[in-house]
């Protein structure tokens, strides 16, 4: 009978640089054959410039490459399919003046997102009701409201994005983080479903 061995693919790998690519880099591994750490170490992929931001390595792909060299061994693969490799070959120092442009940009377009819902909700007249309601008298700026609420504003949101600068408050994640998550899901699905070719030509045989 010959040796199991039981493969679960990775999800992603993110690459910085081009570099070939072992079985223990897209998978993990369980066997008890003495041919682990050699399985291990098997080239599997070349990474070169010729490839884009993506690649799908299929796991059909490297059994079929596995049996060629380990006749001797049995192999099963549990979960995941596929392994999708992101590559980022370049990195450009972040400018400062585009930071900031952004964080004014997008300063300005919260300040009027914010205005414009508390003008369309009358919330001026509400808290003028509410000052009326406690105190009996008519003040066109009770400030005794309106700067407790934007102060409890300012830190709702900090609540509500789980974050100050790179301190977070519990390890929930955030909605911010959660609808990343949900688009990059979404990238790695179009990429694997929607990929012309598995990049056969790099896969050694």
């Known amino acids: 009978m010959r040796n199991q061995v039981y493969l679960r693919m990775k999800k992603k790998l993110n690459l910085t640089t081009l570099q070939i690519l072992k079985l223990k880099d897209i998978a993990f591994l369980s066997t008890t054959s003495h041919l682990k750490k050699e399985l291990a170490t098997t080239v599997i992929y070349k990474v070169t410039e010729a490839d884009n931001n993506y690649i799908v390595i ?17 192999f099963s693969v549990i979960g995941s399919n596929e392994i999708i490799i992101h590559i980022e070959t ?32 009358s919330m001026q007249e509400v808290q003028q009701k509410l000052h009326y ?52 899901q979404n990238i790695h699905q179009y990429v694997s479903e929607c990929e012309n070719e598995l990049n056969h030509k790099n896969i050694r045989h």
């Open 90 to 121: 370049t990195h450009k120092k972040t400018s400062i003046l585009l930071v900031s442009f952004v964080w004014l940009l997008l300063f300005i377009g919260t300040a009027m997102t914010i205005m414009n819902f508390h003008y369309d909700v």
């Open 58 to 74: 299929d796991s059909f792909i490297v059994i079929r490459h596995l049996n060629k060299q380990f006749p001797e061994l049995e």
């Open 133 to 184: 309601l406690f105190t009996g008298e008519n003040n066109e700026f009770p400030l005794w409201i309106q700067i407790p609420y934007s102060i409890g504003l300012g830190v709702g949101m900090l609540l509500f994005f789980n974050h100050w600068f790179k301190r977070r408050f519990n390890e929930e994640p955030s909605p911010l983080e959660i609808e990343l998550y949900n688009y990059q």
